[in-house]
């Protein structure tokens, strides 16, 4: 498919574990974007990347979580020593260079920390 | 502190009228609002924007309204159809910091025949 894809789609996790979420963004697209949903809430913005730029990493809540993008494309978020307020559908999305807002997001994954 | 509140979590409408979605927003700085309409199992999508300058922006059967003054914005579907049917989130940008865009809650409308 041309959309942005997220792996895995669900992922059970044990408290203290790491974990690691997986990106492709739509071919092309220099613009990524991570956030996240707890039940009940909006979407949290965690972090940015734009093209070579150095991320906005401002929204990241603690330093257990991490995030990289390799080679301008696929981007990697970790969260390590995993805690059960992690739990949550975390979301990616893309966009072209001429617009600064995300516009094509993919289906999430689901985070549960038991 | 919710910066972006949509205070109707449902909205129910027969197939054929008016869906009115509602959204309030705290910061008179934002100047730049989205609608993303979200199906089950699947990121949100793009829907419409608006830009602090407008108070009006239509794209076929969806309008958004803004009213700077009572930090209101909403948005008119017209005419409802099935297809519809989805969790609607209203969102606020400062252009100039556009990626940490907040998000409300989403409402979730259903259409009914």
């Known amino acids: 498919g041309a959309g942005v894809s997220q792996s895995p789609s669900n992922k059970v996790t044990e408290k203290g574990k790491d974990v690691e979420l997986r990106c492709d963004p739509i071919s092309g697209h220099t613009a990524l974007y991570w956030y996240r949903q707890s039940l009940g809430q909006g979407l949290e913005f965690l972090i940015y990347f734009q093209g070579n730029s150095a991320p906005d990493k401002s929204g990241l809540p603690s330093d257990r979580f991490s995030a990289e993008r390799t080679g301008g494309s696929v981007s990697t978020l970790t969260i390590q020593r995993t805690q059960q307020e992690d739990s949550a559908v975390y979301l990616c999305?893309?966009?072209?260079?001429?617009?600064?807002?995300?516009?094509?997001f993919g289906p999430g994954t689901r985070l549960l920390v038991l | 502190d919710q910066q972006v509140k949509q205070n109707s979590p449902s909205l129910s409408v027969q197939e054929g009228r008016i869906s009115i979605l509602n959204c309030d927003y705290t910061n008179s700085m934002f100047d730049y609002f989205l609608w993303y309409k979200k199906y089950p199992a699947e990121g949100p999508t793009f829907l419409i924007s608006i830009s602090s300058i407008k108070d009006k922006n239509e794209d076929g059967r969806f309008t958004v309204f803004l009213n700077k003054s009572a930090k209101h914005l909403s948005l008119h579907i017209v005419p409802s159809q099935p297809g519809d049917s989805a969790v609607y989130f209203c969102?606020?940008?400062?252009?100039?910091?556009?990626?940490?865009?907040?998000f409300g809650s989403g409402t979730r409308l259903s259409i009914r025949p």
């Open positions: 999305a893309s966009s072209t260079d001429g617009n600064p807002t995300p516009r094509y």
């Open positions: 969102a606020a940008i400062l252009y100039s910091s556009a990626s940490k865009i907040i």
